[in-house]
């Protein structure tokens, strides 16, 4: 594999000026590694400045001799290529951010500020050849063990920056690699340090391990070296408690091997969370012990919680309520000889067809993570069919062919909750039968429901929630939870 024209570009330019240069960090390590590397990180002795006069394009945002210097790639990963000034940092008073940062001599001054052996390696280019690893702590002998060591004393380097403790479980995950004994030991001594970190870096980690295929194993690591209390703590509510006979495993246990499942086959961040916390609510639903307890509503509780959760980690707003709304969601009865067409509309209407695929992603997650060996039962094949079959039909207000400007229109009404009360009782009687759905009919009935009284029309409004009422005050009607089976 060649260093990439565009890294060797900038270190052609910087070297041809009279300084040194070199691709140095994670992506030496992913180089030595034979993977292709996420970005590309060049450590120079040029200055800031220096490097701007070369550069007259390039980017200088921050206080940390990082300059971004623009390319023409087309490939992500190369469009910018980041060139830093040989550094080293002095103290870490917050345990997060350097007190200040002064530019090093050399570049293995430079690398001795690192945080993990496999990241302070630095490579020599010549025309697009790597020319010589400068590895000055044996992180090419710690890639060819794969263990994950720090420079130096690991508790200076943990308290330094306390995120630190986050990126050695993620770098075991991501590599599948140990940690090493004295790095290990220091991650669960210095654990409570993580408390200094912001919730968005932490996320930002936490998401990188839920990500990579490992990610069961790496939220177990998070547990056993005491950091996942900081991360997500309401996980740890079951640790050790059982379930009833439809499942072989505790709490725990379920959530990360349903977790495990969705990251195996490379399932969305959405559906990986949902996957892990789909059953957070269960700790606090539990009524009884044995093969006969129950967890009544676990679904709602649990979204509530996931919701803090999500929101305390500073998740975008798209991607949280997303979340919530699989994990609320995620208990849905089907039964072959039971449910209709009608009821089929009636859940595409609450949960959204859009969301189906990734229920029915959590819905397998879910079921291997109970060790059940089938992960598409015939249920969920037939559940398929008859979502296939009635896909064209009404199962939304934009889908019915009245709507409130016809009905004020219609019926000489003034806008007010009278508009929503009808139009709610004519989805749901349009989800009973879409051939109703015809605007003549539609106003027909519209005109019959005005001539009730407003304590009338809300009574049969109430029986023809939204899925968003019905989100939003916990109801789920449909859900027959005594015959459930995963």
């Known amino acids: 594999m060649d260093i990439p024209e565009e890294v060797n570009a900038v270190i052609s330019r910087l070297e041809k000026a009279g300084f040194e240069a070199y691709v140095v960090g994670g992506s030496v390590r992913d180089f030595l590694l034979r993977k292709k590397p996420k970005d590309w990180d060049v450590a120079t002795n040029a200055k800031p400045e220096e490097m701007q006069e070369l550069f007259k394009d390039s980017i200088y945002e921050?206080?940390?001799?990082?300059?971004?210097?623009?390319?023409?790639?087309?490939?992500?990963?190369?469009?910018?290529?980041?060139?830093?000034?040989?550094?080293?940092?002095?103290?870490?008073?917050d345990k997060r951010h350097p007190d200040e940062v002064k530019f090093a001599k050399t570049i293995e001054e430079d690398l001795s500020r690192r945080d993990f052996t496999?990241?302070?390696?630095?490579?020599?280019?010549?025309?697009?050849?790597?020319?010589?690893?400068?590895?000055?702590?044996?992180?090419?002998?710690d890639l060819k063990k794969k263990i994950i060591r720090t420079v130096g004393d690991p508790d200076k380097r943990f308290e330094e920056d306390a995120l630190r403790l986050m990126r050695a479980?993620?770098?075991?995950?991501?590599?599948?690699?140990?940690?090493?004994?004295?790095?290990?030991?220091?991650?669960?001594?210095?654990?409570?340090?993580?408390?200094?970190?912001?919730?968005?870096?932490?996320?930002?980690?936490?998401?990188?391990?839920?990500?990579?295929?490992?990610?069961?194993?790496?939220?177990?690591?998070?547990?056993?070296?005491?950091?996942?209390?900081?991360?997500?703590?309401?996980?740890?509510?079951?640790?050790?408690?059982?379930?009833?006979?439809?499942?072989?495993?505790?709490?725990?246990?379920?959530?990360?091997?349903?977790?495990?499942?969705?990251?195996?086959?490379?399932?969305?961040?959405?559906?990986?969370?949902?996957?892990?916390?789909?059953?957070?609510?269960?700790?606090d639903t539990k009524r009884g012990e044995g093969p006969d307890s129950t967890f009544y509503n676990h679904e709602v509780v649990g979204a509530k919680i996931a919701k803090k959760i999500m929101e305390r980690l500073k998740f975008s707003k798209k991607t949280a309520d997303y979340v919530v709304h699989l994990v609320r969601h995620h208990l849905f009865y089907y039964n072959v000889?039971?449910?209709?067409?009608?009821?089929?509309?009636?859940?595409?209407?609450?949960?959204?067809?859009?969301?189906?695929?990734?229920?029915?992603?959590?819905?397998?997650?879910?079921?291997?993570?109970?060790g059940v060996p089938k992960a598409v039962p015939y249920?969920?094949?037939?559940?398929?069919?008859?979502?296939?079959?009635?896909?064209r039909d009404p199962i939304s207000p934009k889908m019915v062919k009245l709507n409130g400007n016809d009905l004020m229109e219609a019926l000489g009404l003034e806008p007010?909750?009278?508009?929503?009360?009808?139009?709610?009782?004519?989805?749901?009687?349009?989800?009973?039968?879409?051939?109703?759905?015809?605007?003549?009919?539609l106003e027909k009935r519209a005109a019959e429901l005005n001539d009730l009284s407003d304590k009338e029309l809300l009574a049969m409004?109430?029986?023809?929630?939204?899925?968003?009422?019905?989100?939003?005050?916990?109801?789920?009607?449909?859900?027959?939870?005594?015959?459930?089976?995963?």
């Open 461 to 486: 409004a109430a029986k023809a929630k939204t899925a968003k009422q019905e989100f939003e005050e916990g109801v789920e009607e449909e859900i027959k939870r005594k015959h459930y089976v995963k």
């Open 337 to 370: 000889d039971e449910v209709t067409a009608a009821g089929v509309r009636r859940f595409l209407a609450r949960v959204g067809a859009e969301n189906v695929d990734d229920l029915l992603k959590l819905r397998e997650a879910d079921r291997i993570g109970s």
């Open 62 to 93: 921050n206080t940390f001799g990082t300059v971004g210097i623009k390319t023409e790639s087309d490939d992500p990963a190369l469009k910018i290529v980041e060139a830093t000034t040989f550094r080293i940092e002095g103290r870490y008073s």
């Open 169 to 283: 479980v993620r770098f075991s995950a991501e590599l599948g690699f140990e940690i090493e004994e004295k790095t290990l030991a220091a991650v669960s001594k210095n654990a409570d340090l993580l408390k200094s970190v912001s919730e968005e870096r932490i996320r930002d980690e936490f998401e990188k391990i839920i990500m990579t295929e490992r990610a069961a194993e790496g939220v177990e690591l998070l547990e056993a070296v005491g950091l996942l209390r900081y991360v997500v703590p309401e996980l740890r509510e079951g640790i050790g408690v059982g379930q009833n006979k439809h499942h072989v495993f505790s709490i725990w246990e379920h959530s990360v091997k349903s977790l495990d499942y969705a990251a195996k086959k490379n399932y969305s961040l959405e559906v990986r969370l949902a996957a892990l916390l789909h059953d957070i609510g269960k700790p």
């Open 118 to 141: 496999v990241n302070a390696l630095a490579l020599a280019v010549i025309k697009k050849k790597a020319d010589g690893v400068i590895d000055p702590f044996g992180g090419e002998t």
């Open 416 to 441: 007010g909750p009278r508009i929503g009360w009808i139009l709610n009782i004519l989805l749901e009687e349009v989800l009973d039968d879409p051939k109703l759905n015809n605007k003549s009919e």
């Open 379 to 391: 249920k969920t094949r037939h559940l398929l069919f008859m979502i296939d079959k009635v896909r």
